[in-house]
């Protein structure tokens, strides 16, 4: 059995409460890529969320990651054409970008997607950020290598 001469409430903290634990940091990152290159559903799957029912992002989404040292809050800007223009808006207070890219596109889309990610590697508030370039859809038969990306 455990004796304590202090108060009654410091009894039981130091029996039964360790405190709440320490927060974890928190980054914010902003996803960008074409429309159909995945980012909803690597978001959707590092959040454990069911993979059916996926509807490309219009606009954006915002969706708190969460790993076992800290949490990312990403942003996912939406890829079609009409959107991308407004991308820049969304990036002031990013901590690092995602960029997706199909592996599986066309030679037309997989050059737009490269001048995208140059537009943002160039932007004054991302060239100082670190860059994720994930190349998804390697599952698919016509995916490059990561070489050929």
Not at 6 to 25: D, E, I, N, V, Y
């Amino acid at each position: 059995y455990f004796v304590c001469f202090a108060l009654p409430w410091q009894c039981f903290r130091a029996l039964c409460c360790k405190g709440p634990p320490p927060p974890r940091p928190e980054y914010d990152l902003v996803c960008i890529g074409l429309s159909g290159s995945g980012k909803t559903s690597l978001l959707s799957q590092l959040c454990s969320e069911s993979a059916e029912n996926i509807v490309s992002t219009t606009g954006f989404s915002i969706k708190a990651v969460p790993f076992q040292n800290a949490i990312l809050n990403v942003k996912e800007l939406g890829g079609a054409d009409n959107i991308r223009k407004y991308w820049s808006r969304y990036y002031q207070g990013s901590q690092g970008v995602i960029f997706v890219l199909d592996s599986a596109s066309s030679e037309d889309d997989l050059e737009t997607a490269r001048n995208e990610l140059h537009s943002a590697l160039q932007h004054p508030q991302l060239c100082t950020l670190p860059f994720l370039i994930l190349a998804n859809h390697q599952d698919k038969p016509a995916a490059r290598s990561v070489q050929e990306v």
